[in-house]
T-cell receptor
Framework: GAVVSQHPSWVICKSGTSVKIECRSLDFQATTMFWYRQFPKQSLMLMATSNEGSKATYEQGVEKDKFLINHASLTLSTLTVTSAHPEDSSFYIC???????????FGQGTRLTVV | KNQVEQSPQSLIILEGKNCTLQCNYTVSPFSNLRWYKQDTGRGPVSLTIMTFSENTKSNGRYTATLDADTKQSSLHITASQLSDSASYICVVSDGSNYQLIWGAGTKLIIKP
């Protein structure tokens, strides 16, 4: 299957700092990328959907000014957690798909710990 | 409201045994149904994807079934192995906007 690479796989940061997570589609062009958050023992929760070249669409309750998403190219999307706080500690996962109704492939996830 | 419900929430079986996980959905219109395996601390990996016209699809020891009339799906795992320990998530794609509706997952633990 197609490969989606997410980086870093884990990060520890101090409260108040910002963290950037990258999501790359390595062997296909992703018109749409999705960002999810997963708390322990819970399923994935969609945070936002981003289409290349346009603003991301955020799910209800997700602060767009706190979770900045950039999808500048067909192979790269970034999620920046701004002014991170301990409650932002979670597992963040991206996925990418080439077009509507095609398979969405997932990155390996990023474990964010804010201390 | 579009929903995907999975059962059981968790399951513990002995290595070598078979098991079946259930998924019921109310998503309409329906586009496709996917089963993912998620190891702890990893991203989900696709096991099967089924469209409206498919009743059964296999991937090695994993066999998924779909009954579009009753809106039910199952994932059967044969001859379980320790490496099958993971969360198994059922995801249904909404045919109107292709949004993915996620189930809460079944936590499967295989014991030696």
């Amino acid at each position: 299957g197609a490969v989606v690479s997410q980086h870093p796989s884990w990060v520890i940061c101090k409260s108040g700092t910002s963290v950037k997570i990258e999501c790359r589609s390595l062997d296909f062009q992703a018109t749409t990328m999705f960002w999810y958050r997963q708390f322990p023992k819970q399923s994935l929760m969609l945070m936002a959907t981003s289409n290349e070249g346009s603003k991301a669409t955020y799910e209800q309750g997700v602060e767009k000014d706190k979770f900045l998403i950039n999808h500048a190219s067909l192979t790269l999307s970034t999620l920046t957690v701004t002014s991170a706080h301990p409650e932002d500690s979670s597992f963040y996962i991206c996925s990418a798909r080439a077009s509507l109704n095609t398979e969405a492939f997932f990155g390996q996830g990023t474990r964010l710990t804010v201390v | 409201k579009n929903q995907v419900e999975q059962s059981p929430q968790s399951l513990i079986i002995l290595e070598g045994k078979n098991c079946t996980l259930q998924c019921n959905y109310t998503v309409s219109p329906f586009s496709n149904l996917r089963w993912y395996k998620q190891d702890t601390g990893r991203g989900p990996v696709s096991l099967t994807i089924m469209t409206f016209s498919e009743n059964t699809k296999s991937n090695g020891r994993y066999t998924a079934t779909l009954d579009a009339d009753t809106k039910q799906s199952s994932l059967h795992i044969t001859a379980s192995q320790l490496s099958d320990s993971a969360s198994y998530i059922c995801v249904v794609s909404d045919g109107s906007n292709y949004q993915l509706i996620w189930g809460a997952g079944t936590k499967l633990i295989i014991k030696p």
